[in-house]
């Protein structure tokens, strides 16, 4: 299958760069799984579409601002580093530009010097380990000096950090948000529970791997990034509820829905469990766990297209997006939605 395959033209002034003032006033497309009919719809919608019993499953995995600017020390060039993955108690996986300038070895001074940090070795695509040295509680330096790392195609400034984060992010530890749930409010997560639908919390660190380009031509031969992803016994039991009483779990997001996908069994039920997950999902994958999805509007060549498609079928979902583009729906991290259903 060739990365071309999930191509689409996408004029750049449809890319979202700033989030609604309400989060739920985005616009919603829906999609029918089987049919591919389309609908326009708004989101606080959604429960409309929702039953008892169905059981939505979120990813309440909270944004850390992990982009941190810094100077190298001796020769004061500014230096960004974007924080992935914790490796040790001090020792992070980042990305760092410019890469020339971090050897091993270079220090890099952070707000003056109440952070600093030592480059000690460079891994896999050029990530380097950097080792960290401060006085207090590393997340508190962080929430100080760290920015949001928003995505590259956004170039305004957020005035909020709230607003790149869930109303129900709870544990931090990811590089990016899990965009479909921006949507959400407190006050229609609380309509959707008075109605009798399960809210089920699974967590998956959002990695930056999720969001790099697919470089190869056969998708086959693209390597996902390993994230991080936890589910309690409390809450697979609620999954495990809806599945065998003959409802519908409905992932909210792309994450969600591989963290349900790497956790099931053959029959769709998950257990307690955590670990490393390096699922890529696209057209040919038999989907194990879902019945429904909530998503924004993708990447051309992503992999998050891929596994839209692989869900709603390859041409219904082009055709969608052809249509959202005809109906200036905004696109990716703050754009609108889609309901797959």
Known sequence: ??????????????????????????????????????????????????????????????????RLIGAKEGTNAKIEVLLLKRREERVWETLVKPGKKARPGARISFGGGILLGEVTDVIEEGNRLIRFSYDGIFEEILDRLGQMPLPPYITHQLEDKNRYQTVYAKYEGSAAAPTAGLHFTPEL?????????????????????????????????????????????????K?????????RVIAVGTTSTRTLESAADADGHVQESSGWTQIFIYPGYTFKCIDGLITNFHLPQSTLVMLVSAFAGREHVLEAYRVAVEERYRFFSFGDAMLII
């Open 239 to 247: 999954i495990n509820h809806a599945k065998d009483s003959g409802h």
């Open 189 to 237: 997560l609380e309509q959707i529970r008075e109605m009798g639908v399960e809210i089920a919390e699974v967590t998956l660190h959002v990695g930056l791997g999720t969001f790099r380009p697919v470089k190869v031509e056969n998708i086959t031969d693209h390597h996902m990034h390993s994230e991080f992803y936890q589910i309690d016994a409390e809450q697979a039991a």
């Open 1 to 66: 299958m060739n990365v071309k395959d999930f191509d689409y033209e996408l004029p750049q002034e449809l890319i979202a760069q700033d989030p609604l003032a309400d989060r739920s006033a985005s616009r919603m497309m829906t999609l029918g799984r089987t049919d591919g009919r389309v609908a326009h719809r708004v989101f606080r919608d959604l429960p409309e579409y929702l039953q008892p019993g169905d059981c939505l499953v979120i990813n309440n995995t909270k944004v850390i601002p992990a």
